[in-house]
């Protein structure tokens, strides 16, 4: 399967990426496969889970905040079960940012791959979900 590479914006301390820039984007990772969400985490149950498999970008940030901090989640159904996979960074669960999803995840990361003061955050959701 050939995968298409992505070459985003550069990212500084002074432009992170904004929800414009990482829905442009996600619909070229995974070659527009999976029906793709740039969402802030008060949205997340807004998405309709009927046609899988599904990545969302979320905000952990609700959608009346500036926004902080980007994570994914990969959403898809076997045999009628439907499971996730959820990645961030920052290595914090879900609870830590007050978001609890009806439906049950895995946590993908372990060991942080982004310290706090770097806005690199945009471009690890999008790694993450090519990789998937």
């Given at each position: 399967m050939t995968r298409n590479l992505i070459h985003p914006p550069?990212?500084?301390r002074e432009h992170t990426m904004n929800t414009s820039e990482l829905a442009a984007l996600l619909p070229l990772v995974n070659n527009s496969k999976y029906h793709s969400y740039v969402v802030p985490s008060n949205y997340i149950?807004?998405?309709p889970l009927t046609k899988f498999p599904i990545q969302?970008?979320?905000n952990v940030?609700?959608?009346n905040m500036i926004g902080s901090h980007w994570c994914s989640l990969y959403v898809n159904k076997v045999k009628g079960l439907?499971?996730?996979i959820y990645f961030d960074s920052a290595c914090n669960s879900l609870k830590s940012y007050?978001?609890?999803l009806n439906f049950p995840h895995t946590t993908f990361a372990?060991?942080?791959v982004q310290k706090n003061s770097t806005a690199t955050c945009g471009l690890f959701t999008l790694y993450i979900l090519n990789q998937l």
């Amino acid at each position: 399967m050939t995968r298409n590479l992505i070459h985003p914006p550069t990212v500084t301390r002074e432009h992170t990426m904004n929800t414009s820039e990482l829905a442009a984007l996600l619909p070229l990772v995974n070659n527009s496969k999976y029906h793709s969400y740039v969402v802030p985490s008060n949205y997340i149950s807004r998405i309709p889970l009927t046609k899988f498999p599904i990545q969302i970008i979320f905000n952990v940030d609700r959608s009346n905040m500036i926004g902080s901090h980007w994570c994914s989640l990969y959403v898809n159904k076997v045999k009628g079960l439907i499971t996730s996979i959820y990645f961030d960074s920052a290595c914090n669960s879900l609870k830590s940012y007050g978001i609890k999803l009806n439906f049950p995840h895995t946590t993908f990361a372990k060991y942080p791959v982004q310290k706090n003061s770097t806005a690199t955050c945009g471009l690890f959701t999008l790694y993450i979900l090519n990789q998937l």
